[in-house]
């Protein structure tokens, strides 16, 4: 699975007692697949100041529900200096305060930034469908499907739906087959009206293949 590296920003360091000085952010991110991201933000090692930093303070979004966390003298990662590693679902800003060895600090906004890694698609004989049932309260009642012949099934890892945004998380993965010689990584469900269902399959050997599906009642 191939890792991005973006350079997003600069902090332009002046002060009265010596020059405009530049060092860089960048950010790793790697998709793992669930709608959730694998990256680390780390100070570039060839900035022209790296050397004389002590610490640097990166603030999270509030849904990670931790306090600032503080990298000092490298923290050990000679290649990504400064480096911190988290999983989550998207983009924020994050608000940077640099610290140097003579005691100055200054601050910074940085955007964290996912790309997905170019995808290799496949087109396997591999179709979705879904059945559906109307319940006592006026809803409905689904689960949908995918439907192949079994050689073609145990080639796939799992599969990725996303739902409409109005339901709570709309990236839904499964990776259990199942035993249904007919239904296949059966996600279930429940809703008032039909919607379009991306989906992404998940091959064993690293491939994507993508459908699109609107749900029937």
Known sequence: MKI????????????????????AIENTSRYMGGGIWDWTIFIKKD??????????????????NKKPIEICEHGGNVEMPFAHNMQGWGEFVIP?????????NFS????????????????????????????NAGSWDWKIFLESSEDILNQVKCVEYTLHPTFPNPVQEICEKGNSETQAFVLTGNGWGSFEVNIRILLKDGGIQKLIHTLKF
């Open 96 to 104: 940077i305060k640099v610290t140097f060895k003579d005691g100055k």
């Open 47 to 64: 900035s022209s100041k790296i050397n004389e930093i002590r610490c640097v303070e990166y603030k999270l979004h509030k849904s990670f």
């Open 108 to 135: 910074m906004d940085y955007k964290l930034n996912l790309v997905k890694a170019t995808e290799e698609t496949r087109q396997l004989p591999i179709q979705v469908n879904n059945i559906a049932t109307k319940n």
């Open 4 to 23: 991005f590296f973006i350079t997003m920003a600069f902090l332009f360091i002046s002060n009265h007692s010596f020059a405009a000085e530049e060092i």
